[in-house]
């Protein structure tokens, strides 16, 4: 009986076992690699929120897209006109360091509205902010503002009068968180985004020659 029984496991010992599936070889990895947008990855390496709206930064990342510009460097200034005057509307970010290095007050045209902008206009006289893109021109010398940047609109039949308007970057005194506390509001231009005095010539630096804004309204 000893016998048969040490013939058995024998057996069983030389006999063929059959392979377990290499089931953790062949398996989908548990972990889905989740692809974060342009848009999305600004948006937080910036630290944008509170800032301006995700839906905002999008709708310029759509229109410079639609123009096959480059968002991989250079500047980008997005002034919110939706936003109420009082609110810092205008955020300038370096694309290369996907950070932003201002954020202040921009005035809106005083055919666009008082506290609230209402009305956009691409037409001569009109005194109201065009919207949409712009490229950001060279430095020039204004005989009522002093030290200015051309603007070049870009989007036919939206700001594409701005030349001609002579809607500019530009410092202003109405800008200014003095003003805001004497009338409610910020002062109004000519249709031209001003900035404060002091802000001039970080805009200067930031955008001169090349650098992108885009004026947005909801």
Excluded at 73 to 89: F, H, N
Aim: hydrophobic share 45%; aromatic share 4%; with cysteine.
């Amino acid at each position: 009986m000893i016998a048969s029984l040490v013939a058995l496991l024998l057996l069983m010992a030389l006999a063929p076992v059959e392979s377990a599936p290499l089931e953790a070889a062949t398996a989908p990895s548990a972990e889905t690699t989740i692809a974060v947008s342009p848009v999305d990855a600004l948006y937080e390496r910036a630290k944008l929120s509170g800032i301006i709206s995700r839906e905002v930064l999008e709708a310029a990342y759509e229109r410079i897209e639609e123009h096959k510009l480059d968002v991989s460097s250079g500047t980008l200034a997005i002034a919110d006109m939706s936003q109420p005057s009082t609110a810092k509307r205008l955020v300038v970010i370096d694309l290369d360091a996907q950070e932003v290095v201002l954020h202040t007050w921009v005035a809106h045209g005083s055919g666009t509205g008082g506290l609230m902008a209402e009305k956009f206009s691409n037409t001569h006289n009109s005194h109201q902010t065009s919207l949409g893109l712009y490229r950001v021109g060279e430095r020039i010398t204004s005989p009522k503002h002093g030290a200015a940047l051309l603007l070049q609109g870009l989007d036919k039949g939206l700001n594409d009068q701005a030349r001609a308007r002579e809607v500019i970057i530009h410092g202003a005194d109405y800008v200014s968180e003095q003003f805001i506390a004497q009338t409610g509001r910020l002062g109004r231009s000519w249709g031209c985004p001003a900035v404060s005095r002091k802000d001039m010539s970080h805009m200067i630096s930031t955008l001169a020659n090349g650098g992108l804004l885009f004026v947005h309204a909801s």
